[in-house]
């Protein structure tokens, strides 16, 4: 099992993440934020900046998170409302909507897809599109056209693409992400698993959420998470979430993908440290022989 850390989550500067990941004993990371920009939008200098980096601390990106299609999926045309001032309103927000998704479609994707291949990185998480409430289903057919496509440019250059999945979005739930997966049908797309995530979306992320992405996932988000007595859901250093059994899991169907840390609680470089000697210890703890078959001699 191969462990990686995603970089903000540790810091907002690389360079720091870096430093600190490797004195814990880590190499490979996922590359997301460099204080508020995110990959692949970085200046020049940034770029340089983190090469120099990379080197310095002989370390590797196996992955970035560059936020792609993290957004809204316009219908095809404005709603009609019948205030003149609130018809405006919801045209303005769909027009704003179809632009954004075509900057993510036609500008972001190939840049990513660039800087990807700029800096020898096979991965990029993406998303499956912000639902904008409407109840959990089978996406819209425009929504996987627009995913198949991505996976054909990604394929393309080499890349492969892994969605996420998240509350609130058309891929939240382990059923609802491998549905999407499955139905576009491209081998340059996957899942990357966040239980976490999905014990937001109402899942159960180990077992049930598991087996449904089982045979799909491509990586995977390390975080928990917990429901406090007054309902209310939060991320947490230990929490909920049934990590031994998902460890376990991971590792008896020859899982070769990276486990990423990512605890999206503060202070960060504390947790992040607590969260790396944890999961540490959860591999660690696997059965030698977890399948429970005998070994050849």
């Not at 939240?172 to 997966?181: E, F, L």
């Amino acid at each position: 099992m191969k462990i990686s850390i995603l970089t903000d989550e540790v810091s907002a500067d690389p360079e720091t993440a870096l430093e600190l990941g490797t004195a814990w004993g880590v190499h490979d990371f996922e590359l997301r934020g460099f204080y508020t920009d995110r990959a692949p939008l970085y200046s020049n200098y940034q770029k340089q900046r983190l090469r120099d980096a990379l080197e310095q601390y002989q370390a590797r990106l196996i992955a970035i998170g560059p936020g792609l299609f993290k957004a809204a999926y316009p219908p095809p045309s404005a709603p009609r409302l019948p205030l003149g001032w609130m018809d405006m309103v919801g045209y303005q927000s769909w027009a704003e909507a179809r632009r954004q998704l075509q900057y993510h479609s036609n500008e972001l994707l190939p840049a990513c897809l660039d800087y990807a291949n700029e800096m020898g990185v096979p991965l990029l998480v993406i998303f499956s599109f912000d639902r904008l409430g409407a109840p959990p289903g089978p996406p819209p057919e425009e929504i996987l056209n627009c995913l198949r496509l991505a996976a054909e440019r990604a394929a393309a250059t080499g890349i492969q693409l892994a969605i996420e999945n998240e509350d609130g979005f058309w891929a939240d739930t382990g059923a609802r992400t491998s549905q999407m997966v499955r139905q576009i049908n491209h081998p340059a797309l996957g899942i990357n698993w966040d239980p976490g995530n999905a014990f937001f979306a109402g899942d159960e992320p180990y077992p049930a959420g598991y087996q449904s992405v089982r045979g799909l996932v491509r990586h995977v988000h390390f975080k928990d998470a917990l429901r406090s007595p007054d309902g209310e859901l939060h991320y947490a250093a230990e929490g909920q979430v049934d990590w031994a059994g998902q460890v376990c899991a991971l590792v008896q169907d020859g899982y070769e993908g990276f486990i990423s840390l990512e605890t999206h609680i503060r202070p960060k470089v504390a947790s992040a440290c607590a969260a790396l000697e944890r999961l540490r210890a959860l591999i660690a703890a696997v059965p030698a022989n977890p399948t429970g078959q005998k070994e050849s001699k």
